[in-house]
């Protein structure tokens, strides 16, 4: 990345910057509001990372937003820090409050240029085009890195389009976004449209295009791509695509693709893709929205295999089902998944991992009750296949750990306290406990009865029926020195269900004690645990 305010399109025609909204765009995502401390942690990885630009927020939007981009401006340490603002004055010093303690701070400004846009504030086309020159012209005596974007530009004229560029330039921006804002155009289109505007506007070849994609019809890393293609070299995009209705262009998904097929895209960024496992995971705990297990690249399955035709290929040469390794976005390793469509030879292959070598009788055995187990379930995880290794089911009358008593005290008046008695290796072990409400001061008591090191991962609550009087499903997973359990639960209970899922998980974590190898490697934490 170079240490210029502003990158010269000239400076190297295969070099795509990567400018990420995930703390503007993606934020603006229902539901997706993130805390201080929350933004300044995401935006300290996306640097770390090598991203190019990072969007840190609309300052005007409030003062929380205001206060989080002039805080990530003083603290970044190799990014572009930039603020969004519409298209009049107050926004516009307002944004440079925000972003110009940055080493290298950027104005974004933009106004919708579309028919239906144009429509809102009640501008003409005329009228419009002069705003664009004054706000543009303002912005730029204020900062040298002033990005413009014509709002619904898939959808604005192409006459005018081509003008309010031409007036963007001529006052001052030094990059130019297209965007899609409505997720409506294809990637021929997407391509075209750059590639015609860079024909045709005077001053187009002194300036940087971007695209900025969104996904409504699923095509928003397509188009970003394609935008590339047509000379635009810089792409807006998001962690795990997150961001206004069906989201944005994935970030994840656009390095991975310039890396993977470099035969048709031959372009560099600066990002560490080591690192993209991380980010999408932290962005997802903090956002509040779950990647999908099919996500590309971050979903659970992205590296996952169930089928026993896979598996096999897998085990002899992963480039048979994977294009890319599970390394190089930061995974430890493959995911194969044990269920009724796995074989053998991936079934050897998860006890060999487990400590358990079996001659040819001993498989064939137990692949036959691990087909029957495998029809129940959707998915035979570590801890029923040593459950099937021990020849009997597990169950709490074999836990040495089992919940017999649980009263909690909650309510809008703190402290919560939950009052509980465990028994262990058959004794009965009672305490009192508190904490940040009934299922926080459940889980220190357990703590308290049963000291561990173990750390909580997740904690998900499901109703599998509906009504005041549903049952709750409750599901722990946990770790500890790189083994994770999970454990879950039922009751209509809430907390009970809870008390006796962080008991499961624990149960089964002191079997993966005693059943691991003697000289197994726990520290790395496997992918293929993470269910």
Same mark, same amino acid.
């Given at each position: 990345?170079?240490?210029?305010?502003?990158?010269?399109?000239? #400076?190297?025609?295969?070099?795509?910057?990567?400018?990420?909204?995930?703390?503007?765009?993606?934020?603006?995502?229902?539901?997706?509001?993130?805390?201080?401390?929350?933004?300044?942690?995401?935006?300290?990885?996306?640097?770390?990372?090598?991203?190019?630009?990072?969007?840190?927020?609309?300052?005007?939007?409030?003062?929380?937003?205001?206060?989080?981009?002039?805080?990530?401006?003083?603290?970044?340490?190799?990014?572009?820090?930039?603020?969004?603002?519409?298209?009049?004055?107050?926004?516009?010093?307002?944004?440079?409050?925000?972003?110009?303690?940055?080493?290298?701070?950027?104005? &974004?400004?933009?106004?919708?240029?579309?028919?239906?846009?144009?429509?809102?504030?009640?501008?003409?086309?005329?009228?419009?085009?002069?705003?664009?020159?004054?706000?543009?012209?303002?912005?730029?005596?204020?900062?040298?890195?002033?990005?413009?974007?014509?709002?619904?530009?898939?959808?604005?004229?192409?006459?005018?389009?081509?003008?309010?560029?031409?007036?963007?330039?001529?006052?001052?921006?030094?990059?130019?976004?297209?965007?899609?804002?409505?997720?409506?155009?294809?990637?021929?289109?997407?391509?075209?449209?750059?590639?015609?505007?860079?024909?045709?506007?005077?001053?187009?070849?002194?300036?940087?295009?971007?695209?900025?994609? &969104?996904?409504?019809?699923?095509?928003?890393?397509?188009?970003?791509?394609?935008?590339?293609?047509?000379?635009?070299?810089?792409?807006?995009?998001?962690?795990?695509?997150?961001?206004?209705?069906?989201?944005?262009?994935?970030?994840?998904?656009?390095?991975?693709?310039?890396?993977?097929?470099?035969?048709?895209?031959?372009?560099?960024?600066?990002?560490?893709?080591?690192?993209?496992? &991380?980010?999408?995971?932290?962005?997802?705990?903090?956002?509040?929205?779950?990647?999908?297990?099919?996500?590309?690249?971050?979903?659970?399955?992205?590296?996952?295999?169930?089928?026993?035709?896979?598996?096999?290929?897998?085990?002899?040469? #992963?480039?048979?089902?994977?294009?890319?390794?599970?390394?190089?976005?930061?995974?430890?390793?493959?995911?194969?998944?044990?269920?009724? &469509?796995?074989?053998? #030879?991936?079934?050897?292959?998860?006890?060999?991992?487990?400590?358990?070598?079996?001659?040819?009788?001993?498989?064939?055995?137990?692949?036959?009750?691990?087909?029957?187990?495998?029809?129940?379930?959707?998915?035979?995880?570590?801890?029923?296949?040593?459950?099937?290794?021990?020849?009997?089911?597990?169950?709490?009358?074999?836990?040495?750990?089992?919940?017999?008593?649980?009263?909690?005290?909650?309510?809008?008046?703190?402290?919560?306290?939950?009052?509980?008695?465990?028994?262990?290796?058959?004794?009965?072990?009672?305490?009192?406990?508190?904490?940040?409400?009934?299922?926080?001061?459940?889980?220190?008591?357990?703590?308290?009865?049963?000291?561990?090191?173990?750390?909580?991962?997740?904690?998900?609550?499901?109703?599998?029926?509906?009504?005041?009087?549903?049952?709750?499903?409750?599901?722990?997973?946990?770790?500890?020195?790189?083994?994770?359990?999970?454990?879950?639960?039922?009751?209509?209970?809430?907390?009970? #269900?809870?008390?006796?899922?962080?008991?499961?998980?624990?149960?089964?974590?002191?079997?993966?004690?005693?059943?691991?190898?003697?000289?197994?490697?726990?520290?790395?934490?496997?992918?293929?645990?993470?269910?």
């Amino acid at each position: 990345m170079t240490n210029e305010k502003n990158v010269s399109p000239a #400076a190297d025609k295969n070099q795509v910057l990567i400018f990420d909204t995930t703390l503007r765009d993606g934020e603006q995502s229902p539901g997706a509001t993130m805390s201080h401390a929350e933004k300044l942690e995401i935006a300290d990885l996306l640097d770390e990372m090598g991203v190019d630009i990072i969007e840190a927020g609309f300052p005007i939007a409030s003062d929380g937003d205001f206060q989080a981009v002039r805080e990530i401006s003083k603290r970044s340490k190799n990014a572009v820090i930039c603020g969004l603002s519409r298209a009049n004055f107050k926004d516009i010093d307002r944004c440079w409050e925000a972003v110009q303690h940055a080493a290298r701070p950027r104005i &974004h400004t933009f106004i919708g240029t579309s028919p239906l846009h144009r429509a809102i504030p009640n501008l003409d086309k005329d009228e419009m085009a002069t705003r664009i020159h004054d706000t543009v012209t303002h912005a730029r005596n204020l900062c040298d890195n002033v990005q413009w974007s014509p709002m619904d530009a898939t959808r604005t004229e192409w006459d005018y389009l081509c003008r309010t560029v031409e007036i963007a330039i001529k006052a001052g921006a030094t990059t130019i976004n297209i965007p899609d804002t409505v997720g409506y155009t294809a990637p021929r289109e997407s391509a075209d449209l750059i590639r015609r505007l860079i024909e045709t506007v005077p001053g187009a070849d002194d300036v940087i295009f971007a695209t900025h994609c &969104h996904n409504d019809l699923g095509m928003a890393t397509a188009n970003s791509l394609a935008a590339v293609e047509g000379g635009a070299r810089q792409i807006e995009c998001t962690i795990n695509g997150l961001g206004e209705r069906a989201g944005n262009t994935a970030l994840e998904e656009v390095v991975m693709a310039m890396r993977v097929r470099k035969d048709i895209m031959p372009f560099t960024t600066g990002v560490d893709a080591t690192k993209l496992m &991380h980010i999408s995971r932290r962005v997802a705990t903090v956002s509040g929205f779950a990647v999908q297990y099919n996500k590309a690249i971050v979903g659970k399955n992205a590296f996952a295999h169930e089928s026993g035709i896979h598996q096999d290929g897998m085990l002899k040469n #992963a480039e048979t089902f994977e294009i890319m390794r599970p390394e190089d976005v930061g995974l430890s390793e493959t995911n194969i998944v044990m269920g009724k &469509h796995s074989g053998r #030879a991936a079934l050897r292959s998860k006890l060999e991992e487990l400590g358990f070598e079996l001659g040819d009788n001993q498989l064939k055995d137990v692949f036959v009750r691990f087909k029957a187990l495998a029809d129940r379930k959707k998915e035979v995880f570590t801890d029923d296949l040593l459950a099937l290794m021990r020849d009997q089911e597990s169950g709490e009358a074999h836990d040495r750990i089992q919940v017999k008593f649980l009263r909690v005290i909650c309510g809008t008046e703190a402290p919560q306290s939950a009052d509980l008695t465990l028994t262990i290796d058959g004794v009965d072990q009672q305490t009192t406990a508190q904490g940040d409400g009934p299922v926080d001061a459940t889980f220190n008591a357990v703590k308290a009865l049963f000291p561990h090191d173990a750390q909580l991962q997740l904690y998900q609550v499901h109703a599998v029926t509906e009504g005041t009087d549903a049952q709750a499903t409750v599901s722990v997973r946990m770790e500890e020195a790189g083994r994770i359990s999970t454990g879950q639960s039922a009751d209509t209970d809430t907390v009970v #269900a809870s008390a006796k899922a962080y008991v499961n998980a624990l149960n089964r974590l002191l079997v993966r004690r005693e059943k691991s190898a003697p000289d197994a490697d726990v520290k790395t934490v496997n992918y293929k645990d993470l269910g």
